[in-house]
């Protein structure tokens, strides 16, 4: 029933757009304002009760042995997981990629959950989910909405825009297939690894292999993306890193299908990365992307090199850690290297100060009021890493001494000295990344000079125009 009330919505919304708005460019704003609805109905969904993390092929979790499989279900929820990210530039941007993939690929496995809709209720309303249990009923007419939206978006666009897919033009296929594989791996849940390969009890230690491969595949991607896009267009460079940050924000939140607690809530650096990313982007502010360029990849960095990887190599959380720190790595360096904002310089060094210092004491207070309650909450936070004392001195013996100097307010602890070393030695490896990255401009300067001489020659040589850019194009 809730199958046919999903057709009949998405139809109604369709003919309500058509028939109630005549204007293309009206159309196109409502069309936004779909879109947007549709995500944030996506993202609170989140909140709501999901077990699909209980979905694992063979292991223990929590004490309990699960040897669950549903492949069926995983492919019909990877395929609609990138709708969130694909329909915001269809509808936002004039790129057509998204527009194909949004209109003929995504669309498929929207309408394969409209088939399957009674699969999802299963996981919706388990009791063992984490996240607001709703009623069955209420549950049910939330997916509708979200169901009707995301079938009607893709068919507005295409109508509004007149886009039909070129059959004829072998650069639309390789396009479609080449892009729909990229855009299936950046949006593939994080609890689908462990549906396939089982919930490991393993715990990847620090420059394992596992570790090193994860590392290996963060710089290849950041390298192939560069180069790839570095002489495209304006609008194609934009277009790759808002849908960058588009998938990071979803992927981000998808970590309270296992529930909501204190110690989840964004404000670890790399966590604000993704409010962060989308802001600086939507809105152009340069000076605040400075900031967070500087401040999020030293911090991705420390996040990479010492991750905290959990048992189960394959795990929800595992998988979570390492798209969310690879992603918040590579967007602040592909929209530097990209041209997206200007190049960073010494007067960057003040909005990094000064953001820097703003979001140290946001968590120093809010961090030490909740611990302060942890009595009461019966939960300990360790926002930006200054209250795990233990941590801190496990990755630095030397500042051991820092554990004896504290004072206390009420219910308030506070160390000055192991504070201060952190906010002060953080900071120091802000100024040593600065120093690379103007080193890397040098770098990358003297390549495209020799790049330029190496086509001038070639061109000289041969008497013919070389098919490789000259120029960037901006």
Not at 25 to 49: E, H, M, N, P, W
Not at 167 to 184: A, C, D, H, M, P
Not at 261 to 284: D, H, M, S
Not at 346 to 358: A, E, Q, R, V
Request: glycine share 6%.
């Amino acid at each position: 029933m809730y199958s046919l009330i999903t057709l009949v919505v998405s139809i109604l919304i369709v003919l309500l757009v058509l028939l109630l708005i005549k204007s293309k460019d009206k159309r196109a704003l409502a069309i936004k304002v779909l879109t947007i609805s549709f995500c944030v109905i996506g993202f609170f969904r989140q909140y709501l009760a999901d077990s699909i993390y209980l979905v694992i092929n063979g292991g223990n979790f929590d004490g309990v042995f699960y040897e669950a499989k549903d492949p069926l279900q995983m492919v019909i929820r990877w395929g609609y997981f990138s709708a969130y990210s694909v329909y915001v530039l269809a509808a936002f941007t004039k790129i057509r990629l998204f527009r194909n993939v949004g209109g003929y690929i995504t669309l498929i496995f929207v309408l394969l959950s409209v088939v399957y809709f009674n699969d999802f209720m299963v996981y919706f309303v388990d009791p063992k989910a984490n996240g607001l249990l709703l009623g069955y009923e209420l549950r049910a007419i939330y997916f509708v909405l979200e169901l009707s939206l995301a079938i009607a978006i893709p068919v507005l666009i295409h109508i509004n825009e007149k886009h039909v897919f070129n059959f004829k033009s072998v650069k639309e296929w390789r396009n479609l297939i080449l892009g729909s594989i990229g855009i299936g791996i950046l949006t593939m849940p994080p609890y689908i690894p462990q549906s396939i390969f089982g919930y490991v009890g393993y715990e990847p230690d620090s420059f394992s292999l596992y570790h090193i491969i994860w590392i290996a595949i963060i710089l290849a991607m950041t390298l192939m993306l560069y180069f790839l896009f570095r002489f495209r267009n304006y609008e194609e460079r934009y277009a790759l890193c808002l849908y960058l940050a588009v998938v990071l924000f979803f992927h981000y939140n998808s970590i309270f299908t296992l529930g909501v607690t204190l110690g989840r809530l964004p404000f670890q650096l790399c966590n604000v990365a993704t409010y962060f990313f989308l802001i600086a982007i939507i809105f152009k502010l340069e000076k605040f992307f400075h900031f967070i360029f500087i401040a999020n990849i030293v911090g991705t960095i420390i996040a990479i090199v010492a991750p905290d990887f959990n048992i189960g190599y394959a795990s929800y959380r595992n998988m979570h850690y390492i798209y969310e720190h690879t992603l918040v790595l590579v967007i602040p360096a592909l929209l530097a290297g990209l041209r997206i904002f200007k190049r960073i310089n010494i007067k960057s060094l003040k909005p990094l100060l000064i953001g820097y210092t703003s979001y140290f004491l946001f968590c120093f207070i809010v961090g030490t009021i909740l611990n302060g309650y942890s009595d009461v909450t019966h939960e300990t936070v360790n926002y930006f890493f200054m209250f795990d004392q233990e941590m801190a001195f496990d990755y630095f013996p030397f500042i051991t001494f820092a554990g004896e100097y504290s004072f206390q307010i009420g219910r308030f602890v506070v160390y000055p000295i192991l504070i201060s070393l952190v906010y002060f030695g953080f900071f120091a490896l802000c100024l040593l990344f600065y120093l690379f990255v103007q080193f890397c401009y040098k770098l990358d300067d003297d390549h495209l000079v020799l790049r330029l001489s190496s086509i001038m020659l070639y061109e000289k040589i041969t008497g013919k125009k070389s098919r490789r850019p000259k120029n960037f194009i901006d």
